[in-house]
């Protein structure tokens, strides 16, 4: 993957996300906290919200109430990259509670059965529509047991559901498996250690507020454009108005892109401040915008999904 250079241009419109203000990274930045167990991931969302003063804030990928662990919560603009965030892979450690007698080579061969695609269907106590789906299992590894309590982890598909598999595997073993306990670890490539606590954003906060200190709230609440890893077109600043007010992108708007782009894929359209300014759908691949650009062509490389942050009246 390499960044082409098209041409020189100096971008005047937008700031460069590391040289945000505060005020300015909560209209569109995450906050990585650790939810704890209890509250709803929707109530979470809303303390932040309240807590940060702001007009709007969610979250991507739901934790039930009994259940802790990464939950990053979108501030402001962010919120329009939550379908971004809900397929990234997610990580958990589950203590599995067995309803009969079992062997660890049983439970590991029983979890073995479960790598790769399968099928699920929501279970009774979520929100969505309990029809059939494919989820991907990269990983399941026990890792501990205490009688008929069994710890693993596991790494999956976003929108994959541990209390689902836990049942599944009961049935496998023949007999009842209930989930008794479950941690998300990993959301978004964001490890649990990087999370804060609603109690640690809110002295942050007061920190920021009464002591001038922004270095801790900072460390919490990151630009977008860390967390959204996606192939990447820089565009030039006169074309930043039309792209987030209807217009696709042209060749002639492209000041660099990824040489890897591939038709379909979902890229992201920055200013030359770095900013995250539309996600499009790619038309054409980098050898095609690369011939295009070199022969003068004129023509659409992508096609505007999202709009991110407007530019101009």
Request: net charge positive; charged share 25%; hydrophobic share 40%.
């Amino acid at each position: 993957m390499t960044l082409v250079t098209v041409r020189k241009h100096e971008s005047k419109i937008g700031i460069e996300p590391e040289k945000r203000s505060l005020r300015q990274l909560f209209d569109s930045g995450l906050v990585f906290l650790d939810k704890p167990r209890g509250p709803s991931s929707h109530e979470v969302s809303s303390f932040v919200k309240k807590m940060l003063d702001i007009p709007k804030a969610g979250h991507s990928g739901t934790l039930d109430p009994n259940v802790s662990g990464v939950l990053p919560v979108m501030l402001g603009n962010a919120t329009k990259l939550a379908p971004l965030l809900l397929g990234s892979p997610k990580e958990y450690v589950c203590v599995m509670a067995l309803e009969g007698e079992a062997s660890d080579k049983e439970l590991d061969e029983a979890l073995s059965h479960f790598y790769g695609k399968i099928y699920q269907t929501p279970p009774l106590e979520s929100a969505v529509k309990k029809a059939l789906r494919i989820r991907e299992i990269y990983s399941l590894k026990l890792l501990e047991r205490k009688g008929n309590l069994v710890l693993f982890d596991s790494r999956v598909q976003g929108g994959t559901y541990i209390r689902t598999l836990v049942k599944d595997i009961g049935l496998l073993l023949g007999m009842t498996a209930t989930m008794a306990e479950l941690r998300r670890t990993v959301a978004a490539g964001i490890k649990e250690g990087q999370c804060v606590t609603l109690q640690e954003l809110s002295d942050r906060l007061w920190l920021a507020a009464e002591r001038g200190d922004e270095k801790p709230l900072r460390k919490c609440i990151v630009p977008v454009e860390d967390v959204v890893k996606l192939k990447r077109i820089t565009v030039d600043d006169e074309s930043l108005k039309p792209l987030c007010t209807g217009a696709n992108l042209g060749y002639a708007s492209i000041v660099s892109y990824d040489d890897s782009i591939e038709p379909g894929q979902t890229i992201g359209l920055f200013t030359g401040k770095g900013e995250l300014a539309c996600i499009a759908k790619a038309m054409v691949d980098g050898k095609k915008i690369s011939s295009a650009i070199q022969a003068g062509e004129r023509g659409l490389a992508a096609d505007v999904v999202r709009v991110v942050r407007s530019y101009g009246a």
